[in-house]
C-alpha cells in the first residue's frame, strides 16, 4: 500500500477541481508574482493532513524541479519520459530531480543540479517562486522535496540537452490542460483512501501518476486557491 499520511476527521477525499481555468496566463510580472505569493502563503498555512507523512528515520532526502515555461505562447509544465533502460520507473512520467548529493549547497540546488544533469537546463535561467512539502516515494525511502521554477524567456524545448542515458524525452502540457475534465481520473493514491487525479499527456497510454501526480495536484490546488493571496494570521 505504501506510505499513507496521519488521518485525522475528514472525508478521505483531497482532490476537488481547481477552476476551470488557469489562474494566471503569462509568465510575466503578475503571472511570477502570482504564483510566488499563493505558493509562500500556502506554505505558511502549515501542513495539509493529507501531506502529515509517517516518515523512515532513515528516509534519504530527495528534490524535484516543478518547471513552468512558455512554449508556442502558451503557459506549460516541463515532464520528462524516463527511459526504458533505467532499473527502476523506466517509461514513466517525472519531474526532473533525484538524490541529494553532500556537496549540494542546499535541496533547492539539488533539484537545480539534477534538472541541468538531466536536461541541460543551467540554473541562471530558472527563477524560483516557491516550493511544496515534502512526500515521501511509495516504499518511504525517500523525502522528496518538490521546487517550482520558471522560465522566463520563451523555451525551444528541442534545443535542450537531454542526457539521454536517464530521459527518453522532454515534454510540456500547456497548464490549461489540467483544468479540462477530460484529461483526467479520479483514482486511489497508491491503493489508499486518498483520491488524486491520473491526467492523461501527449502520448496515447502515457499518464501524469503516482508521486508525480500528487505533486502536480497540490502544486495546483495551492495556486488555484484566491485563500492563498493573503497570509495566514499571525499566531
Same mark, same amino acid.
Given at each position: 500500500?505504501?506510505? @499513507?499520511?496521519?488521518? =485525522?476527521?475528514? =472525508?478521505?477525499?483531497?482532490? @476537488?477541481? &481547481?477552476?476551470?481555468?488557469?489562474?494566471?496566463?503569462?509568465?510575466?510580472?503578475?503571472?511570477?508574482?502570482?504564483?510566488?505569493?499563493?505558493?509562500?502563503?500556502?506554505?505558511?498555512?502549515? !501542513?495539509?493532513?493529507? *501531506?502529515?507523512?509517517?516518515?523512515?528515520d532513515d528516509?534519504?532526502?530527495?528534490?524535484?524541479? *516543478?518547471?513552468?515555461?512558455?512554449v508556442?505562447? %502558451? #503557459?506549460s509544465? *516541463?515532464?520528462?519520459?524516463?527511459?526504458? %533502460?533505467?532499473?527502476?520507473?523506466?517509461?514513466?512520467?517525472?519531474?526532473?530531480?533525484?538524490?541529494? =548529493?553532500? +556537496? =549540494?549547497? +542546499?535541496?533547492? &540546488?539539488?533539484? *537545480?543540479?539534477? !534538472?541541468?544533469?538531466? $536536461?541541460?537546463?543551467?540554473?541562471?535561467s530558472?527563477t524560483m517562486?516557491g516550493?511544496?512539502?515534502?512526500?515521501?516515494n511509495?516504499?518511504?525511502?525517500?523525502? #522528496?522535496?518538490?521546487?517550482?521554477?520558471?522560465?522566463?524567456?520563451?523555451?525551444? #524545448?528541442?534545443?535542450?540537452?537531454?542526457?539521454?542515458?536517464?530521459? &527518453? %524525452?522532454?515534454?510540456?502540457?500547456p497548464?490549461?490542460?489540467?483544468?479540462?475534465? +477530460?484529461?483526467?481520473?479520479? #483514482?486511489?493514491?497508491?491503493?489508499?483512501d486518498?483520491?488524486?487525479?491520473?491526467?492523461?499527456?501527449?502520448? %496515447?497510454?502515457?499518464?501524469?501518476?503516482?508521486?508525480?501526480?500528487f505533486?502536480?495536484?497540490?502544486?495546483?490546488?495551492? $495556486?488555484? +486557491?484566491p485563500?492563498n493571496?493573503?497570509?495566514?494570521?499571525s499566531l
Amino acid at each position: 500500500m505504501g506510505m @499513507q499520511p496521519a488521518r =485525522d476527521n475528514n =472525508d478521505g477525499r483531497v482532490w @476537488q477541481a &481547481h477552476g476551470t481555468a488557469p489562474p494566471i496566463s503569462a509568465l510575466d510580472a503578475d503571472g511570477i508574482g502570482l504564483l510566488r505569493r499563493r505558493l509562500t502563503n500556502a506554505l505558511a498555512r502549515g !501542513t495539509p493532513w493529507h *501531506m502529515r507523512f509517517r516518515w523512515k528515520d532513515d528516509a534519504a532526502a530527495a528534490a524535484v524541479l *516543478m518547471i513552468l515555461c512558455t512554449v508556442n505562447g %502558451r #503557459v506549460s509544465l *516541463m515532464f520528462e519520459e524516463r527511459s526504458n %533502460r533505467l532499473n527502476s520507473h523506466g517509461g514513466e512520467v517525472c519531474f526532473a530531480g533525484g538524490k541529494a =548529493d553532500e +556537496s =549540494d549547497r +542546499s535541496l533547492e &540546488h539539488t533539484a *537545480m543540479r539534477e !534538472t541541468f544533469e538531466e $536536461i541541460g537546463l543551467p540554473e541562471e535561467s530558472i527563477t524560483m517562486v516557491g516550493k511544496l512539502p515534502p512526500a515521501p516515494n511509495k516504499g518511504g525511502t525517500l523525502r #522528496v522535496h518538490a521546487f517550482v521554477g520558471v522560465v522566463e524567456q520563451p523555451l525551444d #524545448v528541442g534545443a535542450l540537452s537531454v542526457n539521454r542515458d536517464e530521459v &527518453h %524525452r522532454v515534454f510540456t502540457l500547456p497548464l490549461a490542460h489540467f483544468y479540462d475534465p +477530460s484529461k483526467r481520473e479520479l #483514482v486511489a493514491f497508491r491503493k489508499g483512501d486518498i483520491r488524486i487525479p491520473h491526467y492523461g499527456t501527449d502520448k %496515447r497510454g502515457l499518464r501524469v501518476w503516482g508521486l508525480t501526480a500528487f505533486l502536480l495536484n497540490e502544486f495546483l490546488s495551492r $495556486i488555484g +486557491s484566491p485563500e492563498n493571496d493573503t497570509a495566514p494570521p499571525s499566531l
